[in-house]
Structures are given as C-alpha cells and as structure tokens.
C-alpha cells in the first residue's frame, strides 16, 4: 500500500518534467540537429543558443523589460491592496459587497476583451510601449487577486491585536507599519508571489501594449520563430530562461504555497 | 468576525478603486461604445442599435466556437478535479517529499504562457517531438497540426499538465487543515478508507474546492494564448475557442462593432456563472 502511495504523485511529476525536459534537450542542440537527428540527448552539446541570447541585446533586453514591469506590477499593487485589504477585513460600510464582487469581476474578464480597447486607451495617454503602461494594465487582474488574498490572511488576525496596540497608545499609522504588517509577514510574501506569476506569465496584454522598446521575452520569441523561419535551438533557450525567475521565486516561497493558492482562506 | 461600520473605510479602498476603475471603466466603455455603432474608420461612427448583438447571438460562427468553449471547459474540469484531488490525497505530508513535490508541481505553473504553448509544440511534433514520436513509433497515426481528433487530444494534454497543478495544491492545502484528531476519531469507529474521504475530508476540502472550480473555470474559458501558439486555432477551427475567435475577428479583420458585441456577451456569461459560484462561496461562509 504504501509503495502504490508513492506511485501516483512520481508518475505526475515525471509527466510534468517531461516536456521541460524537451525543451532544455533541445535548447543545448544546434537548429540543424534538432530538424535532422531524432535523439533523447543532445549528441552534439552546444551553448551556441544561449551565447546568443546573452549577447544580443534585442534578447536579453527582453528579459529586463519583462522583469522591470513584473516589478513595478508587483509593488503598485500589493501597496495599494494594502490598505483595502484592511478595510474589507475589519469594517463594514456602503457598497463593500458590491465593490468587492466588481473588484473580482474584474479577474474574471477575459484579457481578449480588453485588448484593444486597451490599445487605443494607452495610446490616447500616451503610455504605449511603457513599462508602467504593462504594469498599470495588469493591476486589472492583480489587484482584485492581491485584495482577495490578502484579506484572506489578514481575516486570519484577531481584532485583538489591533484593539490592545490602540489601548496601549499606538496611532493608527503606527500600529499598521510597526505591528500588523509584520504579523502578516508571510501573507504579504504569498500575495507578492502571485502577483510577480501572473504578470510574468500573461502575454496577450504585455503584446498589445508594446511596439519595441518595453517588448515582453515572450513576445520576442513570437516575433523570432516566425521572421526568421523558426530557430528552434533559440526558441527553446529563451524559453528555457523564463522558467528560471519562476523556479527562483517558488523556492523562496516553498513553504507558504499551498496556502497561498487556496488565497489564503483554508 | 464582527466587522463594525465605519464609512471612513472608503479611504483605504480609494487607491485600489482608482486603479481598477482606470483600468476597467474606460476600456470597458469603449466595447460598449463599439458595440451599438457602426466604424467607417477616422473616427467617423454611425449608431446602429442593437444590430450587432443580434448577429452576433445568430451567427453560427459564434455558436460553433463557444460551443467548443464549453465542451473543452467541460472537459478540463471533468478530468483535472478527480485527479487533482486523487494527487493531492496520495501526496507526502511530512518530510523531504513535500517541498520536492510542492516546487516541481508548482513549475508548470510560472512558464510564461506562450511558452507553454511553444514548449508542447515542439514536444508533440510528430517528427521531431518527443510524444509525437513516441505515439506515431508505437503505431499510432498522430498528427496534430493535420487532424482535429489529434489537435484537441493535445490541447486538453497540454492543460492537464499546464493547470492540474493548481487544483493540488488547493487541495492539499485544505486536507492540510484537517486536524489529526479527526483521523484518529475515524479509526476508533473503524471508518472505511472510502468513509474518510467521503465524509471527512470532502467537506473539509469543499472551500478550497469551490475556488479551484472557480479559477478553473474562468481561466479554462479565457484560454487564449496556449492554443493560439499550439495548434493556433486549426486545424481548421477544430480548436478555434471563444478568445481566439475573438481576438480574429477585432484585431485580424477589425470588425469593431461585431468584436465588440461578442466581447459584451462572452464576459457576461463569464460573470454570470461565477456570480453564481461565488453567491455559494459566501453563503457558505456566511454559515460559518
């Protein structure tokens, strides 16, 4: 019993890891190889693909653009969510129902349907092709997923505490920085992991939004498989590098994730 | 938790509807604006009523992608939760095997999208792809770019593999919370394996359940990027979903006023059904 156990979650992970496997197999192959010899390892190892990558710049630009607008997605909003999170967990008042479902409503709109409006808006504000414009767009679905977990979290947090720091003096200001954003420490970290996800794995929106210069890694591989007749060893290098923030990230969080996933509210 | 009433809450929640409002009001104005009037180009529009709408509602075309919109969220749904749940249940709970599992199911999950869908490209290539070349070795006639059977085979594989992630670990972290008491309780009554999971840890597991029916739900139905690079749409529109068919028809051909139409009734029925997901999430919470 305790062996068959075992054998359900290994036979997941190794479909898992199967087609990563692929992609790292051919990002280390030469295009040529990879078109004429079928092989389960590179027979002929390069790192040509990669060489390439770190030293073209239209490249590794592209990673720098998709980190710096994770980034400033990631900080716009947790630090805004912040403050509401609070205030759905603690008060009641005019419209908080209402405005929380509008705020979920929000995650639930297909990205497809904001595309071009989104084009034109961005466009008008002269934000096109920006990293703020990316990262602004996709507080859409970041916010109401940041106020969602965190309010999970901080639900988690007896009133108590917020009761005794007033009794003993602290200022509302004060008792936020000093006492209850440490308590939720750990909360905080989970939702500045989902937020850092979503915004680096969403394309439609990063794609529509920029022209050359704040250019997604995940739109330049688009543009490059299919100019230059699909350059498979290259494709597959730079997708190999996408996964590498993401697998850094996990690492970090390993031990808070499964709560995290369930927002918060198990 | 009793919540008092305070108004002055608005304050905290002023920076959050600003940006969301920013983001959503005037966009979301715009489909709408689109929606009702005719575009000659220049700026130049013409009020046309509700004729878009009731193309749209007619047109077979839309009938048949939305059609395979449910079919595919249907399909997703009917094999990730079981299974999720069935992965969930066997995983470690204590010692080494929890962080290997918990890292390496989450990676799927932070592959950017279009990299998912490229990645499952070259790994189903009947020639030069690892499961395609196994499927067609062992005699089967695998060809997704060619047969729709195929195309839609791959696409639910690729899913599968892309998202049956999350409902792990939703799962494992409502079976998490089950304290060991239960358990033991169960054992004294000589409750059966099939006992403990029917009436332990199901109910327990049924929050995190609903979420992850939930965010199954909306992201399945949104599905655009991952089979745009994977099969594209084809072959054919064998897997041509609602967001594909979508994005076709604004950006490829700039039908404004019918992409608009159709974008109004896609998110409203995305809202409808979640509204009603979440309307039993809270009263279930409200319960309690």
Known sequence: MKKIKWAVPTFYIIFLMLPIYWLLNMSFKSTTEIINVYSLWPQDFTLDNYKTIFTDSTWYMGYVNSIMYTVFNTIISVSAALPAAYAFSRYKFLGDKHLFFWLLTNRMAPPAVFALPFFQFYSSVNLFDTHIAIALSHCLFNIPLAVWILEGFMSAVPKELDETAYVDGYSFTKFFFKIFIPTIAAGIGITMFFCFMFSWVELLLAKTLTATIAKPIAAIMTRTSSTSGYELGLLAAAGSLTILPGAVVIYFVRNYIAKGFAMGRV | ?288
């Not at chain 2, 009037?37 to 509602?57: C, D, M, P």
């Not at chain 2, 990676?107 to 792809?129: K, Q």
């Not at chain 2, 594209?232 to 594909?244: E, V």
């Open chain 2, 1 to 288: 938790m009793n919540k008092t009433f305070n108004q002055k809450a608005w304050y905290f929640v002023i920076p959050v509807f600003v940006l969301v409002a920013f983001n959503a009001v005037v966009p979301l104005m715009t489909v709408v604006n689109y929606s009702f009037q005719e575009t000659f180009g220049s700026n130049v529009f013409a009020w046309e009523g509700t004729r878009w709408f009731k193309q749209i509602l007619h047109s077979e075309r839309f009938h048949a992608s939305l059609g395979r919109q449910f079919i595919f969220t249907f399909i997703i749904l009917l094999i990730q939760l079981p299974l999720g749940i069935a992965i969930a249940l066997t995983m470690p709970k204590k010692g080494w095997g929890v962080p290997v599992c918990l890292i390496l199911m989450s990676m799927p999950l932070l592959i950017p999208w279009n990299v998912v869908g490229a990645m499952w490209n070259i790994f189903a290539l009947p020639d030069i792809g690892f499961l395609g070349n196994s499927l067609n070795s062992l005699g089967f006639d695998y060809n997704f770019t060619q047969q729709s059977g195929d195309a839609w085979f791959t696409t639910i594989l690729m899913d599968v593999w892309h998202w049956t992630s999350l409902v792990v670990l939703l799962s494992y972290a409502g079976l998490n919370s089950i304290q060991p008491a239960y358990y033991q309780a169960a054992e004294i009554d000589g409750a059966s394996r099939w006992d403990v999971f029917r009436y332990i840890e199901l109910p327990k597991m049924k929050k995190v359940l609903t979420l992850a029916i939930l965010l199954r739900f909306m992201d399945s139905f949104m599905i655009y990027t991952e089979p745009f690079v994977l099969t594209g749409g084809g072959p054919g529109n064998a897997t041509n979903f609602l967001s594909l068919d979508l994005v076709k028809m604004a950006l490829g051909q700039f039908d404004l006023g019918p992409a608009a139409a159709m974008s109004l009734i896609y998110f409203l029925i995305v809202l409808l059904i979640c509204w009603v997901f979440y309307s039993l999430m809270m009263k279930d919470e409200g319960r309690k």
